[in-house]
């Protein structure tokens, strides 16, 4: 009898690829959705990604907002990847509005997780949790947290104040649970379905022109598929215990995919910018061109991640960057094509 793992959030773009590759390694997978009309949709996804889950995967209705579900979700599994977090489609007017409920959702699962007696759970938090708030440029490691004192965005504040709030509950009441913490940079890779991540966004409107010109920003890139073969070995290796892990395989900028793309794509990256934009412009065009304001927060600031303790530690392996960009924009195109069937 295989073991169980709970993947909570399985019908967003990690939760789903974290979901293939464990039905892959020969796992029994639970994952939670906030309604059961999208099982549909998750088994989808898993088919496109290449897997077969028969009744190896079963869906339970729970929500981060609310109690109801998680001990239902958490009973009789032998791992958790909690994987979900909510994700507003633009930025609150009160930063609690996004904190309270990323905070209280971590601590929801854990606290279910605790009383099923699951001994180790991993976290996907973000790299927002080490890089932002502070006055030097990197490489940051997992030692560093956000400065959430500094002037930092809603959501970036929101993921250090989970993160550390799971710390701090599993230190004072976990009864010996054990947890991991994946901190991914900007994550990249092919959507299994039109669920995906906003970095995918990025290169969409790259795609379709939305995006004329090349802001002066760099950020860490990491490809979901590794992201979620990193959190399986987060899972089952007793040195990730206890232990935070940076994802990224790379470090770029919008003009590096922008090459890619033309390099790689050939006419379908003909609308790919090549004009790079001042900062001081762009950040001019941001106060009247709100979709700009969070290009124009990052452009010209460097927050770089330090890259290799996944791979030193677990023997995690990476992509080539330039293979996760190709596979983005193609499965971009696919899922495009397909809707207009």
Known sequence: MSETVLVTGGSGFLGAHAIVQLLEQGYTVRTTVRSLKREADVRAMVATGGAEAGDRLTLVEADLGADAGWTAAVDGVDHVLHVASPFPAQAPKNEDEL????????????????????????????FAAIGYGHPDEGPFDETVWTDTDAPIRPYIKSKTIAEQAAWDFVQREGNGMELVVINPTGIFGPALGPDYSGSLGLVEA??????????DTRFGVADVRDVAALHILAMTDSRAAGERFIAAGG???????????????GPEAGKVPTRRIPT?????????VKPLRELSADAGVRREPALGKGVRTLGWKTRPTTDTILDTARSLIALKAKAAI
């Open 251 to 265: 470090y770029s900028s919008f003009a590096d995919i922008a090459r890619v793309l033309r390099d790689g794509m």
């Open 280 to 288: 001081w412009l762009l950040k001019t065009l941001a106060v009247g």
């Open 206 to 215: 790259m795609l379709d022109g939305r995006l004329p010109f090349l802001p």
């Open 99 to 126: 904190i309270i409920p990323a905070r209280d959702g971590t601590l929801r699962v854990l606290r279910a997780a605790r009383d099923a007696n699951v001994r180790r759970v991993v976290l996907t938090s973000s």
